[in-house]
């Protein structure tokens, strides 16, 4: 898949195949799939993430009686994916979309506790406002159109990409959205790292990428602010979060929010780009917060680490060139994507606060990332006694591992070479050049002294703020009472009203009685042949207008 996207890229060929499975009245169904450099370089890697992923799993999840299960439902996720990428059609893109939102909850309930369920009801309920979107766009797609087919859409139906933006941001987790994708680190951790990095939040930012040509200016403004406000809700209440998968979680919420930014502003290929490097560095960084997991007895509390460098050098080493690429640190994979989307938006920045708020996200990544490195790795010694912290054994997990870090160094520079060559020659002065560099070693210094604050000291009103910050700013509230109650609430008196209600009146009792009237009748007048030949004469015409 990788060098067919060399070779598509180098020749500027597409691949358009149409399947046409029957015509029904006006509707054409056809499955269509358009390969092109971009779903080829996706999918190449999704594939490989997904494959080092399994390898890792196998050690991971050693001893786990369900361990095939684990492995098919990871299979399907990756299989509905590849739906996604490749699918140019709005009813394959929804089996694919919804096959990611079927498989993830069954992922996150996988251990089968209140968290989990609770983490999975709310993940579930959330993408389902996605999918319902996706439904109304291929009804209107189809009734406009006579087809469900992307390449037939014109410009005077703007109320279908409202609805598939909204499907792309209740995947991708945006504002006001964003509460379900922390609550889904319940799931094992080699399904977090397939979900952030390659596979089911990348999805919402995909789809956008595609139909990115077609969105009003009016719904590219309002998801600029939105996603500005995601990268910088996320990147602050991950500085105040002690769970290692929750600061990760969020850093990739904050990541996705930077990718849709610029893809707002006209950066579409940009967002692409860093979309396959935080692919690559998100994978290996939640890999290497697995294996400290997996040897700290299950510990999840950063406070309770401390000095793993000198125990998991591997894994540290890992770790911290991830959260160094994440940083956006010269030469690394996460630097040339980074680098070229705030040169790109100081070309065509919209105002002062966008400007601002940005950079700011920025320096807060370097800042959650520095924090978290000083916790596990140079801290204080804080880990029970009774872990067992060695290395050896995890061999296999630790080859996964290096399979993914010379991408991580490498693959940004090949990037920058190859696919997104000389268009993005940007011409600023130097102040601006250093400016994103300039806010990383601030954001550094600023993690550095994170730790000495002591957050939980300073009375009840500091306390109610800390907890609002890294509350998400009450966005797991909003999702459950403000969200989700409503249409539970219109579900259950759609359930007692009309599948109890009328429905039950006129449905099923109402054909039982008057078919037990019916037969009651044709036994009064069974004697009598005229009029029971009558009767069936005029059952036969209403069931006959009844069906034409």
């Not at 504002?175 to 609550?183: D, K, M, T, V």
């Not at 680190?185 to 990095?197: D, K, R």
Request: glycine fraction near 6%; include cysteine.
């Amino acid at each position: 898949m990788f060098m067919m996207s060399l070779v598509f890229s180098f020749l500027n060929f597409d691949l358009f195949l149409e399947f046409n499975l029957l015509y029904l009245v006006h509707m054409s169904f056809d499955v269509v799939f358009y390969i092109d450099w971009m779903s080829c370089l996706f999918m190449s890697f999704v594939m490989y993430i997904s494959s080092l992923i399994f390898n890792y799993s196998k050690e991971y999840m050693l001893g786990d009686i369900f361990l095939k299960r684990f492995i098919f439902l990871m299979i399907m996720f990756v299989f509905s994916m590849m739906m996604l990428i490749i699918s140019m059609n709005l009813v394959s893109i929804l089996v694919g979309w919804d096959g990611l939102g079927l498989v993830s909850y069954a992922l996150v309930i996988y251990y089968q506790s209140v968290k989990s369920f609770n983490a999975g009801m709310l993940t579930a309920l959330s993408n389902r406002v996605g999918d319902a979107a996706i439904l109304m766009s291929i009804a209107l797609l189809g009734a406009n159109t006579g087809s469900w087919n992307f390449l037939f859409y014109y410009l005077d139906m703007e109320v279908v990409v409202v609805f598939l933006v909204l499907a792309a941001i209740t995947k991708s987790a945006q504002i006001p959205f964003s509460s379900w994708l922390p609550a889904a680190m319940a799931a094992p951790t080699p399904v977090s790292s397939l979900v952030h990095s390659s596979t089911l939040v990348t999805a919402g930012v995909y789809l956008l990428i595609r139909i990115s040509d077609v969105i009003p200016m009016i719904i590219m403004d309002l998801l600029l602010y939105l996603s500005l406000f995601t990268m910088f809700m996320a990147g602050l209440s991950a500085n105040f979060e002690w769970d290692l998968k929750k600061i990760i979680a969020l850093s990739t919420l904050s990541q996705l929010g930077l990718m849709i930014t610029i893809l707002c502003v006209g950066g579409s290929k940009l967002a692409f780009f860093h979309l396959l490097a935080h692919a690559l560095f998100k994978a290996l960084l939640f890999m290497s917060a697995g294996v400290i997991i997996h040897n700290l007895s299950d510990t999840q509390d950063i406070r309770f680490m401390g000095g793993q460098v000198y125990y998991l050098p591997v894994t540290c080493m890992c770790m911290g060139v991830s959260n160094l690429a994440l940083c956006g640190i010269p030469f690394l994979a996460g630097f040339y994507s980074k680098d070229l989307i705030a040169e790109f938006l100081s070309m065509s920045v919209s105002g002062w606060l966008v400007y601002l708020i940005f950079f700011v996200s920025i320096g807060l990544t370097a800042c959650y990332s520095m924090r978290l490195s000083y916790f596990i790795f140079f801290g204080d010694y804080n880990v029970s006694s009774l872990c067992s912290l060695s290395e050896k054994n995890n061999m296999i997990m630790n080859k996964s591992m290096i399979g993914l870090i010379f991408f991580v160094v490498f693959m940004g520079s090949f990037f920058s070479w190859s696919f997104f060559p000389s268009p993005y020659f940007i011409f600023l002065p130097i102040s601006m050049k250093l400016m994103t560099c300039f806010l990383v070693l601030i954001g550094f210094l600023m993690g550095n002294e994170m730790y000495k604050l002591m957050f939980f000291y300073g009375g009840v009103k500091k306390y109610k703020l800390i907890m609002f910050i890294s509350g998400m700013w009450n966005m797991p509230v909003l999702s459950t009472i403000g969200i989700s109650k409503p249409f539970l609430f219109m579900g259950k008196k759609y359930f007692k009203d009309m599948d109890h209600g009328w429905f039950e009146y006129y449905g099923k009792s109402g054909i039982s009685f008057f078919l037990s009237w019916l037969t009651k009748n044709m036994q009064i007048y069974s004697l009598n042949h005229v009029k029971i030949y009558f009767l069936i004469f005029i059952l036969f015409i209403g069931l006959m207008l009844l069906v034409f």
